[in-house]
């Protein structure tokens, strides 16, 4: 287990004049979720198909489980879930899994893998009449029937209803507690934020942050509350810790902020006494995490879904 | 939920079971699609009896129409399975990215071909079963000598080895929808020009040994003369299908692209 599930190093891949990946160096350690964040072009895909085998890179190294990504060795071992596509569209589902199933030495049983992500009702169906994410979910239960070390997931979730988003990420939370490394892309934040053990925030094809989810967002927060307009903001601050920060945005709605620091006992006591003072009621009184959002919005002063 | 462990044991199965496996479902989507199924079955059975109940076509004496027609049926047979329904299946399949998909599994290129070559031969064999039965129901009554039993399925081999390679090297380089309407326009015209059903000796000399050295005609050719003339080895066609399929084999490995 001393070898990363993926080892990337200096990793550049040109399309003609375009730079889709540009020096990422990247390391997903074995029997974790790691995800690679980005907006649409950052270079995800690019990236994951080059871990996969499809594409060879221009600069750096990629090494899969301590070998050549896509080698002859390596395929039994690594699922691969392409962003689309992938499967003839006149074959059954049940169909097309079992086909993959007769490929590996240790399959899991075509029946009871489609019965766990919900398409034993359309077993029958040709792939090109199921729904979208019917579709990834045949695509990952593809990815997975060969019992692999390694998956490797392309946008697991897009098209999906929220019942469906829940049964993948089930799902890969199974696979994580069966020691199945995991690498996905995705541009939510939530995914990333509830399933991953690592996270790679990418944007033009370089690496804008990574680490644990916790430690992106860092224990920074923020104190929101409701009340009247117009409440004396200066006198707030004056009853605060120093480096406090508060806003009233929009009217009626109260943000205090503690910047590189997190938001207290203390803080709290001392908010809620200054409203008692006032004779203001605090309605909706809550304290947030900065999310991976805010996390990119600042590290790139733009929209991740843009 | 059916809980399922996830616990990791990758291997690949052995070889001829991941090719087994592999043709098997080729096969049975080739037999469930119905342009293919017209293609390599409904149309060369409809040929084979029109062209010898009625005399639609005249083949100038000394042979039955059954007779002639045989041979030149089997031969657009193996054209239309080797080379046309596999040229657009494999098209599709290319831009399906199936191809593509296929290679992340443990089967590898080399595995995929030769289940692709043995999906080829299962429709070859059920198509000649039908053939010859039809054929045979109709009155045909070949005139080989005993070693026709080897140059028979020589020549459809080769013919088999060279129609293949041309398929995918098409399939592999042009667009399915392209490869789609070449694959049949190539169909139609060696199924004039071909020696199938119009006799090559009808056209003028210069054209007719042209048409001869095509891999249809070559193909048709040497089956007409093994089963109607009784010829042992036609070493002319063998030949010409032997270099057709070396050239073309070498020219799919070279241009073909997986994705």
Redesign the interface.
């Known amino acids: 287990m001393s070898t990363p599930a993926v080892e990337i190093s200096g990793l550049v891949k040109r399309y003609g004049p375009a730079t889709a990946v540009d020096e990422l160096t990247l390391t997903a350690a074995r029997g974790e979720v790691t995800a690679i964040l980005g907006p649409n072009g950052a270079g995800k895909t690019t990236t994951i198909e080059i871990c996969e085998g499809y594409r060879r890179p221009d600069q750096g190294t990629v090494r899969v489980l301590g070998m050549k990504p896509g080698c002859t060795e390596l395929r039994p071992r690594v699922g691969v879930m392409l962003q689309s596509g992938g499967i003839p569209p006149a074959v059954p589902a049940a169909d097309f899994l079992t086909l993959l199933s007769r490929f590996h030495a240790h399959p899991i049983d075509p029946k009871a893998l489609l019965d766990l992500v919900g398409l034993t009702s359309v077993a029958r169906t040709p792939y090109k009449r199921l729904s979208g994410g019917q579709q990834q979910r045949l695509s990952l239960a593809a990815a997975v029937i060969g019992r692999p070390e390694l998956v490797f997931l392309d946008e697991p979730t897009a098209g999906m209803d929220p019942q469906a988003r829940h049964a993948t990420w089930e799902l890969i939370s199974a696979l994580r507690g069966a020691g199945v490394s995991v690498i996905l892309t995705t541009h939510f934040m939530d995914e990333a934020e509830r399933l991953s053990d690592h996270v790679a925030i990418i944007d033009h094809g370089r690496m804008v942050a990574e680490g644990t989810p916790a430690e992106l967002t860092g224990s920074a927060g923020q104190l929101r509350f409701r009340a009247a307009t117009g409440l004396d903001i200066e006198s707030l601050l004056a009853a605060l810790p120093l480096s406090s920060l508060a806003k009233e945005s929009p009217a009626g709605h109260y943000v205090v902020e503690v910047p590189d620091g997190a938001i207290d006992p203390m803080l709290l006591a001392a908010v809620t006494a200054w409203c008692a003072e006032q004779g203001v009621l605090a309605n909706s009184l809550r304290i947030e995490s900065r999310t991976l959002e805010d996390v990119f919005l600042e590290l790139t002063g733009k929209e991740l879904r843009a | 939920?059916?809980a399922?462990?996830?616990?990791?044991?990758?291997?690949?199965?052995p070889l001829p079971?991941?090719i087994a496996?592999?043709s098997a479902?080729e096969t049975?989507?080739l037999l469930?699609?119905g342009e293919q199924l017209l293609l390599t079955l409904i149309i060369p059975l409809l040929l084979l009896a029109a062209f010898s109940l009625e005399p639609l076509v005249s083949f100038g004496g000394g042979i039955s129409r059954i007779d002639f027609m045989t041979p030149g049926v089997m031969a657009l047979a193996v054209m239309s399975t080797a080379f046309t329904s596999q040229a657009i299946a494999t098209g599709f399949?290319r831009r399906?990215?199936?191809l593509?998909?296929l290679?992340?599994?443990?089967?590898?290129r080399g595995g995929l071909i030769t289940a692709k070559t043995a999906t080829v031969i299962a429709v070859e064999l059920l198509q000649a079963v039908l053939i010859v039965i039809v054929a045979l129901i109709i009155g045909w009554r070949p005139h080989a000598a005993v070693a026709a039993i080897v140059t028979v399925p020589l020549l459809i081999l080769l013919g088999t080895a060279a129609f293949s390679g041309l398929a995918l090297a098409m399939a592999g380089t042009l667009r399915a929808e392209a490869t789609l309407a070449a694959a049949n326009l190539v169909y139609i015209v060696l199924l004039g020009v071909g020696g199938v059903i119009f006799p090559l000796t009808k056209f003028p000399d210069g054209a007719r040994h042209f048409f001869e050295l095509l891999p249809t005609g070559a193909l048709s050719t040497g089956l007409r003369s093994v089963l109607a003339d009784g010829v042992a080895f036609p070493v002319g066609n063998t030949v010409t299908l032997l270099v057709w399929a070396i050239a073309a084999i070498a020219l799919a490995a070279r241009v073909f692209k997986w994705?």
């Open positions: 939920m059916t399922i462990a996830f616990e990791p044991a990758p291997g690949a199965a079971r991941m496996a592999q479902a049975r989507s469930r699609n399949e399906y990215g199936v593509k998909r290679g992340a599994t443990p089967l590898s994705e």
